[in-house]
Structure formats: C-alpha cells, structure tokens
C-alpha cells in the first residue's frame, strides 16, 4: 500500500525522537568499548541488582495479576454488595502515586524497608494497570460461552478456569506487562524503601559521576531486560484469536452467588482498599497535621501547583499531537513500515526518567544548546518518555473509527477536512483525551527527568516532595503529596468513567 | 465535550501564563548559583548577598558531584556563573578540567591557607567533621573501634550504616583514600560492602540509627547537632564520637565555591565568592543554625560544637582528594 508522504515524513521523525535515548545508549556502549562494557558489568553489584530487579517485577507481576483479576472478577461477576463503589474505590489507588504510597508507610513504620515491603508497596500502587483491563473485558465478554460450558456440565470453578481465564489472557498479560515495566523504571518508591533495583543503581551512578559509563550500562541493561518482557508477554499471548465474529448478546452476565463467602470477599477487598488508600492517605493527613504547625508556604504550594499542572498540560498535548499522526499511520496504513515506526515509539517505555534526561542533556549540549535548560526540552523527555500511553489510547480509538464512515461523509459532498472534522475527529475525541489523561498523570508525578531537565528555579510538587522526603522532613512533604493526589482524583475519575463506557 | 476542550485550553493558557511570568520577573542582574549546599542554608546565605548587594542569586540544586560533572559536560555553554559545593573532591574535579576562573587575591586572603588549593581557583567556606555515631543500647563504650578502618573487620558485620551514594561519604573515602594509600582503601571498602546497610543519606543513617535498625553509621557532626537543637527527636538515642589522633575518619571536610569560567558575569560572580568567604558571609554561616563551622578565624564557631582544633584532623590537602578515583574503587567493591 502507498503511504501518505507527509504522513509518513512526521511518523518518521516522531519515531526518530523517541528512539533517541536508545540509540544515545548503544552509541554510548559502542564508543565505551568491550573491556570497559565488561568491567562495569561483570561484576557482583549487577548480579544483586538483577536479583533484586527480578525478584521484584516477577513478584509484582505475579501478584497484581492475582489481585487485579480477582478484585474484577468480585466487582463485575458476582452479588457483592455495592459494586459501583467498589469499583472506583478499587480503581481510586491510580490517583496516588507510587512514592506517595511508599512516603505513606516508611512514614509509618521502617519495617516496609527491603524486598518483602517493596512488593506490597508495588502491588499497592500498581494492581489497577491489571484490574481496570481485566474488569473492562469481563464486561464486554458474551456470557452465552459461559452458560453453555455450565449446561454442558462444567462446574463453576472449571468454566471460570476454562472458558472465562482464556478470554482474560491479553487483558491480564497486557496489565502485567504494564506492570512489569513501570517497575523496571521506578526511582522514587524503592528508593525510599532501600530497596536497590537497576533503576535507584543508576540514580546512585549518575550521584556520583553524572552520565558517566557506569549508569549507561546499567541503562543498557534495562534495555535489554524491557525488551525480555515484551518478547515474553507476546509469546505467552500467543496466536489465538479473541475476536469473533458478531459482537454477541451484550447483556449482564448472571451475576455468581458469593453466599457465605460474601463476608471474606468483602473483607478481602475492604483490606486491599485500606492498603493501598486508607494507609497512605491517612498518613498524609496525619503528617499534614504534624507539619501545619510549623510550616505551610502557600505561595510556594501554589507555584509548584500550577507549575505541575502547566506541565501536564503541555505534556499531554505535545505527547498526544506526536502519538496521533503515527497511531493513525498504523491502524489506517498497516503494513511492514508502519509496524516498524509504531513499535519504535515503545523504546523507551522502561527507560528511566534519568537515562532519557541524560541524553537529552548531552545530545542538547552537543547540538542545539539553545533548548538546554528550558520547558522546550523538558516537554520533549515528558514526550519521549509517555509516548507509549498515548499510542495506546490513540490506537484503541482509531481501530474503532470504520473508515467508512468517512466514505460516506465525502460521498455526501463534504471537504475532505470538513468530513474529518464532523465525522472522524468526534468519533476518535474521546479515546485521544483518554490518552491525554494518562499522560498528564504520569507528568504530574515524573521526578527525575524534571529535576534534571528543567529551567534552573522551576519546582513541581513532586521536585518540592522529593526534596523534602529526603531530609526526613516528612510533615512539609505532606502539603506536596496531599496536592499531587488532589490534581490526579479528577483525571483518575474521567479514566474510570472511560473506561467503564468502553468496549 | 466541545466546552470541556476550551475550557481545559483556556485554563492550560492561564496556568502557563502565570507560571512564566513567575520565572523571568526582576530588572536587576542575576548570578545562576550550581549549589550543593543545603538549600536552606544557601538561602540564608543568597539573601544576605542580596541584601547586601542587590544582585539577585537563582539556585540550581543537586548533588556535588553530578554537578561538577555536569558543568564540566556543559562547559563553554554552562548557564552556571557560581558553584558551591558540600565537598571539595567535586571542587577539585571542576577545577582539574579548567572550569573555575581564578579568585582574585583579597577573596583568597580571606580564607586561612588550609582552605584554599594551591590554584587559588576556589575557596573553603565552610567545614564539616566526620563523626562515628552509635545508639548506647547496641554499642559498648569499649566496642567503640579506635579508628575508622576498623568498620571493616567482621565485628561490624551488618551493624554500621553509611550513604555510600552520597558524597559526604565519598569524600570521607577521599580522605581514607589520601591517609591509607590505595591497596588499604579497597581492602577497607571489600570489608565495608560485606558490613555496611546502605541510606539514602546521612539523615536517613542517623534516623536508623535513633530507631535501633542499625547500631552505628558514620556521618558528619551537624546532623545531630542540627537535631538536637530542634527537636532531638530523631537523635535522642545517638552518641557520636570523633575518632581525632589524626585518623582517616577524623577528616575534615571543606565545602567549596568557586566561578564559573564560562560565566559571562565575573565580576558579580566573584562578589559572591567573595561574600561568602567575608567575615559578614560568615557571620551569616554561623547563625543561620546550620551548625557547620566557619572556616574563618575571625568569626568565632557556635559554641555548641567542639572547636575544630580539639578534633585532631589529618593533615590533607585541600586540592588533592580523588573524587573518580573513589567511585571506581567504590565500583569495584560493590558499594556503587
């Protein structure tokens, strides 16, 4: 098939800047030499730390997809009471940001220092990447293939593993995946809990030497460790098809009677929400408590608000503008190309923020010192980084865009741009802005890239939080936190909403 | 959905609006400071520079040494007038790759000669002491080691935190490295990795400390003199000992300044040099209750804090702690 060639020109130069930080890396390790590769990385720290990388992301995986898949299927499949409000309480953890979960309980008790608390810490934070998927396509399931495995005898224990399980798989794979990379690249949470993975190495590397060789290794490995997950995830998907032919009978499946189990369920579920909100959402209130006393600089809470919020924005938007063009590209012009410019915009989606931001330093030293040091430069590492959100949600809504219709708005006599902007743009809006939403959050709370990256006197909440945590000075780091959760509620509850209207 | 959208457009326009016109107001000249320092104090320090002079200092913070390697990648385009350090090895780094420019005479004069290197490119302005601290309930007086290089021997196994990350303990590793020699320093640092829980920084060792979680760390004094003068909540069950007989950990660290080759304001930049390093500046150091010492002979230390005479330093000089030297050695023993 031909391609557009603007079309093409744009997606080929968006998927140029985001393989940016990954080509920097390989260019890195090449200019750095085998024997210099192979002294900084043969040696015991790296074994530890991939120990605990691995430990940690395949218990983490494990246990959101346990958790995720059964708080869903709870909330979508049986009688448990309230249903509604356990979904946005369950969904509610997205709003709180992993290291406001971890400053939450090591403000509490030390005891969730090391491996055991990090992975309840991670599961905390990150189990609604497996539940809000797995929950969405429970619902769009036909329950007719459940009822015919109950008629032809399955138990239902057995028709849940044999007919329902199959069904979840690329929800469940894809929600952990997510999971497994976000751990991959968490900084601030594990750094608070003393618990080292590649990622806090780097940070410590890049303490003491900047972008020296040592934290462009450990990059590397990162690399190579993302791309082990993608790989793995898509042969566990494996080739089965999930679509079929017809979109069924959509109507609610019978819901499970739960009977005597409704009081563990509930209980269960009610301990996962006090976790994962209660606890770190009383500690900030409590820390705000203790700290009122002694300091609360509203002009400074203010700036860092609007600060943060200002960034999110234009990080959103830039994010979105650069992902659509190329979503576009390969849901309308599939192909071997687009397929290539698509999945090079996943680059670098386990990358750090601090191994993008020093790349972004050196290339933008080296080549165009102008943007060094400004919001420009800061907004492109904010794209790089969450380009993968973006595409995600932008391809979902395209695929669900027949080009047919816009057939038909030109066969009616509308101007190309017109049918676009009547038809087509109303049709794919919501699923963009789903995108957009996503990123905004992760830009809200992105640490490291913005304290490297941004114009010299510019502070968000989660630089001012970072800053304060640090010193222990945990009562004027509550204020920070307490804003960071007020700015994601909003953004959080439109994506369950979203959600909850999809397919 | 239509409004939303230009709703959302219109208050990202404010919001961006207000958020840079917050960034580039003011009419006067204004110094970019690279600071390592504890913002709090610098502030204190900035203000009282402006004060003075009416030019205005905007900080940039981090840590030493990712900003000294920072500056020297910027080089000619490095937007940094001034940089002031924690340490000296970070001092020493910048001005080894030829990045400060030279401190005119009365700015050098200011500082007692232990202070300044021998390129007179920067100035002490502050100093800081190594100090073992310990929580009474898990350390004897007579466990308490002679010198810091016992922290190695299997006795310590598991009980002696450090921020093996930071370059406070970095430049305590200079030191050793400048006492000891090379082969003692990575034989020491193999016992440390196989001994020491490692913090994200000295309060948090301190802290730990405090709560019993590791029985000793070793840190620099104003830590726990700072806590104490607060609140001592997180020090009431610290000690510390200074190890003096000129050992390794009786070191004494100096906090840096300097400017910036590449600044195209020296001569505001060397103001402030010379207003930190001024009996004025270092009047401010001392009441600002940061509890670090003043380098200056003329203005008298806090009397809270042990004069630095009694602790029996090592004589070290002040340009020569290896800073790269360090981290590889770190490297290859695990710590980093």
């Known amino acids: 098939m031909a391609y557009p060639r603007p079309l093409l020109l744009a997606c080929s130069l968006v998927a140029l800047l985001a393989a940016v930080p990954l080509l920097f890396i390989i260019g ?72 406001v979960v971890s400053y939450g ?31 969405a396509t429970l619902r769009g399931l036909d329950p007719a293939l459940e009822e015919s495995a109950r008629s032809l005898g399955l138990g239902s224990w057995r028709t849940f593993a044999r007919v329902v399980l199959p069904q979840l798989r690329p929800a469940i794979l894809g929600g952990s995946l997510l999971v497994g990379l976000h751990l991959l690249a ?80 509930v209980a269960g579920l009610g301990a996962v929400v006090a976790l994962a909100l209660g606890v770190p959402l009383a500690s900030v209130v ?161 640490l490291t890239a913005t304290l490297l990256l941004s114009p010299t006197g510019t502070e968000t909440l989660a630089t001012q939080f970072w800053s304060e945590t640090n010193d222990i000075d945990y009562g004027a780091a509550a204020p920070y936190a307490a804003l960071m959760v007020a700015l994601s509620t909003p953004a959080t509850l439109l994506l369950t909403r979203s959600v909850r209207r999809g397919p | 959905m239509r409004k939303a959208g230009r709703i959302a457009a219109a208050l990202a326009a404010a919001i961006l609006a207000t958020g840079l016109s917050a960034c580039g107001s003011g009419d006067g000249k204004t110094l970019t400071l690279y600071n390592a320092q504890h913002k709090d104090l610098m502030q204190v320090m900035i203000d009282a520079f402006t004060e003075q002079t009416g030019i205005k200092v905007e900080m940039r913070s981090g840590g030493d040494t990712a900003l000294a390697n920072q500056i020297i990648q910027e080089g000619d385009s490095s937007p940094a007038d ?23 005479a009365a700015t050098i004069g200011q500082v007692p000669d232990q202070y300044v290197p021998s390129t007179g490119n920067w100035a002490g302005f502050a100093a800081r002491s190594t100090v073992f601290i310990y929580n009474p309930s898990q350390v004897t007086e007579d466990q308490i080691p002679t010198s810091i290089m016992d922290l190695a021997k299997p006795e310590w196994r598991g009980r002696i935190g450090v921020a093996a990350g930071g370059a406070d303990f970095q430049a305590i590793v200079s030191a050793v490295l400048a006492v000891e020699g090379e082969p003692a320093t990575a034989e020491w640092l193999a016992g440390l990795d196989h001994n020491a829980k490692i913090y994200d920084n000295n309060i948090a060792a301190m802290r730990a400390v405090n709560t019993g979680q590791v029985p000793a760390a070793v840190i620099y ?43 195209d304001q020296q001569a505001e930049a060397q103001q402030f040099v010379s207003f930190l390093t001024s009996d004025a500046g270092q009047r401010v150091l001392v009441d600002s209750g940061a509890l670090e010492y003043a380098v200056s002979d003329k203005v008298p230390t806090n009397p809270a804090l042990t004069p630095l ?22 490297q290859k023993a695990g710590l980093l």
């Open chain 1, 28 to 99: 890195y390790t090449i200019d750095v030499g085998w024997s210099e590769t192979w002294r900084l990385l043969v040696r015991p720290r790296v074994g530890d730390l991939l120990v605990n990388t691995t430990e940690l992301v395949v218990g983490g995986m494990l246990a959101s997809a346990v958790l995720g898949t059964a708080a869903a299927w709870l909330v979508e499949r049986t009688d448990l009471p309230l249903r509604r409000v356990w979904h946005v309480l369950l969904a509610a953890p997205l709003a709180v940001p992993a290291f």
């Open chain 2, 221 to 263: 004094h104003y830590y726990w003199y700072q806590d104490q003068a607060e609140s001592g909540e997180d020090s009431k069950n610290v000690k510390l000992h200074f190890f003096r007989n000129q050992d390794a950990g009786a070191f004494i660290s100096v906090s840096g300044v300097g400017m910036l080759a590449a600044s």
């Open chain 1, 286 to 446: 409590r820390w705000l408590l203790v700290g009122a006393s002694t300091a609360f600089p509203v002009g400074d809470l203010a700036t860092a608000t609007a600060t943060a919020a200002g960034l999110g924005l234009a990080g959103a938007l830039a994010t979105v503008a650069l992902a659509s063009p190329v979503a576009w590209l390969a849901v309308r012009h599939p192909g071997r190309i687009a397929t290539l410019l698509e999945r090079s915009t996943y680059t670098a989606n386990a990358l750090p923020g601090i191994v993008v931001a020093l790349t972004l330093v050196t290339l933008s030293l080296r080549v165009l010192p102008a943007v060094y040091q400004t919001t420009t430069l800061l907004i492109i590492a904010y794209a790089i980084m969450f380009l993968p959100r973006a595409m995600v949600a932008a391809r979902a809504a395209i695929a669900q865009a027949p080009p047919v219709l816009d057939d038909v708005a030109l066969a009616l006599g509308n101007s190309p741009m017109r049918a676009w902007r009547r038809v087509t743009l109303p049709l794919i809006a919501p699923g963009i802005g789903a995108g957009a939403i996503l990123v905004f959050l992760a830009v809200v709370t992105e």
């Open chain 2, 82 to 104: 001034v940089f002031a350090t924690e340490n000296s090895p970070a001092m020493t780094l910048v001005d080894r790759a030829g990045g400060f420019s030279h401190l005119d």
């Open chain 2, 309 to 330: 005479a009694d602790l029996d330093a090592p004589t070290i000089d002040v340009g020569s702690l290896n800073g790269p030297k360090v981290v590889e050695l770190m």
């Open chain 1, 105 to 135: 309980w090591v403000s509490l008790t030390p005891a969730v220092e090391g491996y055991r608390g990090a992975l309840l810490i991670v599961v905390l934070a990150y189990y609604p990447l497996v539940y809000l998927p797995v929950g």
């Open chain 1, 186 to 265: 968490e900084f601030g949470a594990l750094q608070m809990l003393r618990f080292p993975t590649f990622t806090t190495a780097i940070y410590d590397q890049y303490r003491s030497s900047f972008n020296g060789p040592a934290a462009n290794m450990l990059a590397g490995v990162l690399v190579l460790y993302c791309g082990v997950l993608v790989v793995t995830e898509l042969s566990l998907r494996g080739r089965h098809r999930y679509a079929r032919l017809g979109s069924g009978v959509s109507r609610t499946a019978e819901p499970a009677r739960l009977g005597w189990l409704t009081v563990p369920a």
